[in-house]
C-alpha cells in the first residue's frame, strides 16, 4: 500500500509538473470565468422581470425563477466543461513522448499499478480542478441571486447540480485519459472525444436511436446536467439524470480496463 501512494504521488508530482498541463488548466479556468460571468449577467438581467409569483420573463414566456436558476448552474458547468478532454489527452499524451512511458516502467516495473496510480493521480487532479470549477459556480450564483434569495446556492437542487457537475469533470478527464493511452497519441483522444461532443450538439443519433445517444459520453452528461422542469423548450433528452451519471461511470471503467489491457500488452515505447 505504501509503495502504491508512493507511485501516485510520484504521477501526481509528474502531471503538475507539465507545462502543457498548466497551460491547458489555465485556459479551462478561463473558460469557465467567462460562462460564469454570461450565467451571472443573464440572471441578474432577468430577475429584474421577477415578479410576485417568482416567474421572470426568458423567452417571451414566463419562468420559474429558481428552477431556472438551478438550469443555469448546471449550463455554467457543462459548457466549459466539455473542453476537460483536452486535460485527460495532454495528461495521458505526455507518456509517449520522447520514450518517457520506457522510463516510467523501469521506475514501476508493474504495468498494473503504474496505469492504477496514473488513473489515480489524473482523477485526483481533475477533483481539483472541478472542485474550482465549482467554487466559481457557487460565488458567481451567489453575486446574482444575493438581493433575492442568497440561500438558493444551499439549497437541494443546487448541490445536485454541484455533485454532478464533480462527476462529469472527473469522469470525461479520465474517459479521455483512457482513450489516449490505448491510441498512444493526444491527437486521437481529442478527435475521439470530439467525435462524441459533435454527436451530441448536432442531436443526429438522438433523432433517430435516442436508446444509442444515451450511452454515449457527452450525451449522458447531457442528460445529467441540463435537464429541468422550467419548460423551456429544448432538444430532447435520451435518458434520465440517473442513468446518464452510470452511463458516464461506466465508461470511465470501461477506458480504465481496456487502457490497463493495452498498456500490458504493447512495447513500452
Do not use: C
Amino acid at each position: 500500500m505504501t509503495d502504491m501512494f508512493a507511485i501516485i504521488r510520484s504521477e501526481l508530482t509528474k502531471i503538475v509538473t507539465l507545462p502543457s498541463v498548466w497551460i491547458v488548466t489555465v485556459i479551462l479556468l478561463a473558460l469557465s470565468l467567462l460562462f460564469q460571468y454570461q450565467g451571472m449577467a443573464v440572471t441578474k438581467e432577468v430577475l429584474e422581470t421577477l415578479d410576485a409569483n417568482g416567474m421572470h420573463w426568458w423567452y417571451g414566456r414566463p419562468v420559474d425563477a429558481e428552477l431556472d436558476q438551478f438550469a443555469t448552474m448546471g449550463a455554467v458547468i457543462f459548457n466549459p466543461g466539455i473542453f476537460f478532454p483536452l486535460l485527460g489527452a495532454v495528461i495521458a499524451g505526455a507518456e509517449f513522448r520522447t520514450g518517457q512511458l520506457g522510463l516510467s516502467v523501469l521506475a514501476v516495473p508493474s504495468r498494473t499499478r503504474l496505469v492504477i496510480g496514473k488513473t489515480i493521480a489524473t482523477a485526483l487532479y481533475a477533483l481539483i480542478t472541478g472542485f474550482t470549477f465549482i467554487i466559481m459556480t457557487i460565488f458567481s450564483t451567489y453575486l446574482a441571486v444575493k438581493d433575492w434569495q442568497p440561500d438558493l446556492i444551499w439549497r437541494s437542487e443546487a448541490l445536485t447540480q454541484m455533485v454532478g457537475g464533480v462527476l462529469f469533470i472527473v469522469a470525461i478527464t479520465l474517459i479521455t485519459f483512457g482513450i489516449t493511452l490505448i491510441t498512444r497519441r493526444t491527437l486521437f483522444g481529442i478527435v475521439v472525444m470530439g467525435g462524441f461532443i459533435g454527436v451530441t450538439l448536432t442531436q443526429v443519433i438522438a433523432s433517430f436511436i435516442p436508446d444509442l445517444d444515451a450511452l454515449t459520453p457527452i450525451s449522458a452528461a447531457r442528460n445529467l446536467l441540463l435537464q429541468n422542469d422550467t419548460g423551456i423548450q429544448a432538444a430532447p433528452f435520451s435518458s434520465s439524470p440517473e442513468i446518464g451519471a452510470l452511463v458516464l461511470i461506466g465508461w470511465v471503467l470501461l477506458a480504465f480496463i481496456v487502457s490497463m489491457i493495452t498498456v500490458q500488452r504493447r512495447d513500452a515505447r
